[in-house]
């Protein structure tokens, strides 16, 4: 079956380090999204690509980085400089319409936490 | 710039009976309209969608939707509330090919 994968579900960071949360998706979608939620946050957009080798910055990119070399892979990086990390990351990902704005299918998710 | 507004942080149904969750938006020209649902620990599922025609939407899992384009709202409902319904639920507002934006969401408790 078609689906989005993310892993992995559970992720600890020290102090200082740099992780990479993977997200795959074999639904032949081209745009993909990365999104965080906190309690009473909903879901807040950290950064988005339509096509390979392009992406923007949604409205929290600081202390994350993102590549798309691939249209199925989109992994996120939460880098030292983001401070507060612990959150819930969701990776989504839809078709492209012709003007149309398309559902954004979701993966499970990866629990941050810092140790 | 689009916004999404759900007013109630937390609703508290008995089971059986009727449910509706409020949703507001704020775009300047027709959106597209979703209603998502989570379960703990777990992604987003789509229950329905609005783009043209028919105001009242029909959904997964007996939910439906109604865009009222006057009151700019679109409100989700289900006639009568299962316990497995319990869960947060997202109402989101999307135009042409930008992402969506969601509302913070709304936690539905169901008791016996």
């Known amino acids: 079956d078609g689906g989005i994968t993310q892993s992995p579900k559970y992720l600890f960071r020290k102090e200082g380090q740099n992780v990479t949360l993977s997200c795959e998706q074999n639904?032949?979608?081209?745009?993909m999204y990365w999104y965080r939620q906190d309690p009473g946050q909903g879901l807040r957009l950290i950064y988005y690509?339509?096509?390979?080798?392009?992406?923007q910055k949604g409205d929290i990119a600081e202390g994350y980085s993102v590549s798309r070399e691939k249209k199925e892979s989109f992994p996120l990086t939460v880098t030292s400089a983001q401070k507060n990390p612990t959150a819930f990351y969701l990776c989504?990902?839809?078709?492209?319409?012709?003007?149309?704005?398309?559902?954004?299918?979701f993966g499970d998710g990866t629990r941050l936490s810092i140790l | 710039a689009q916004s999404v507004t759900q007013p109630d942080i937390h609703i508290t149904v008995s089971e059986g009976a009727s449910l509706e969750l409020r949703c507001n938006y704020s775009y300047g020209a027709t959106p597209y309209l979703f209603w998502y649902v989570q379960s703990p620990g777990q992604g987003l599922q789509l229950l329905l969608k609005y783009f043209s025609g028919d105001t009242l939407v029909q959904g997964i899992k007996g939910f439906e939707a109604e865009f009222k384009r006057s009151q700019s709202s679109f409100n989700l409902r289900k006639p009568s509330v299962h316990w497995s319904d319990a869960a947060e639920y997202f109402c989101?507002?999307?135009?042409?090919?930008?992402?969506?934006?969601f509302g913070k969401g709304t936690r539905l408790s169901v008791i016996a």
């Open positions: 989504a990902s839809s078709i492209m319409g012709q003007g149309d704005n398309q559902p954004q299918h």
């Open positions: 989101a507002v999307g135009a042409g090919n930008t992402p969506l934006v």
């Open positions: 690509s339509q096509i390979v080798n392009d992406f």
């Open positions: 639904l032949n979608h081209d745009a």
